[in-house]
């Protein structure tokens, strides 16, 4: 388990620092940093959510063809549950599903960035929220919209990554396709401000 980890840490301290945007230099740097870390919690035998990935296929030659394999491979290896910190209606949280890999809550300890993974099923909303962190997402599958503030939704497609400031509402929005996407929050990463 724990170079299964390392390479999953490694590949996506690399992806995400493939943008300039600082907050994407500061999870890969946080990721990065994490690989090796002898106090990584194993995956708890029992899985609060039992995960399929069906729909994710990275068609050969895809940017991130290796951080998807990894994924999907490790999935077993990695603790999933619900997103929203119990805040999101079940009929739509059941759908969806949140791994936290570095982060207070995290199978590795970090206390300044949260990161790690989302699972989205087709034809799902994210409905709006908030949260005091800024976070980032580099979408692995789509394509899927998403919608910042009150503007029209945005078409994203894999490889696309969505930046959200602290505070500002967003969703997610998926069609015939899956989101598989790797996420990362920095700031104030506590969970108390997260609304819809």
């Not at 600082?22 to 990721?31: G, T, Y």
């Not at 990065?32 to 995960?51: C, E, F, N, Q, W």
């Amino acid at each position: 388990m724990p170079n299964d980890l390392d390479r999953l840490l490694r590949l996506m301290a690399n992806s995400l620092a493939k943008s300039e945007l600082p907050i994407c230099q500061l999870v890969a740097a946080a990721l990065d940093g994490s690989v090796g870390r002898t106090d990584a919690k194993p995956a708890p035998a029992y899985k609060i959510i039992p995960l399929k990935f069906d729909g994710i296929d990275p068609p050969p030659g895809h940017a991130y063809m290796d951080l998807c394999q990894t994924i999907l491979q490790s999935g077993a290896d990695l603790s999933w549950r619900r997103p929203g910190f119990g805040k999101i209606p079940d009929a739509i949280a059941s759908h969806m599903a949140v791994c936290e890999i570095i982060g207070p809550t995290g199978q590795i300890n970090h206390e300044t960035v949260r990161a790690g993974l989302l699972f989205q099923a087709p034809n799902i909303t994210y409905p709006r929220h908030s949260h005091a962190a800024e976070e980032i997402y580099l979408s692995l599958s789509g394509p899927v919209e998403w919608q910042v503030d009150e503007s029209d939704w945005r078409h994203s497609c894999a490889g696309d990554f969505t930046h959200h400031l602290p505070h500002q509402p967003h969703a997610i929005r998926t069609s015939t396709t899956p989101l598989l996407a790797v996420w990362g929050w920095a700031g104030d990463i506590g969970a108390e401000s997260y609304k819809i």
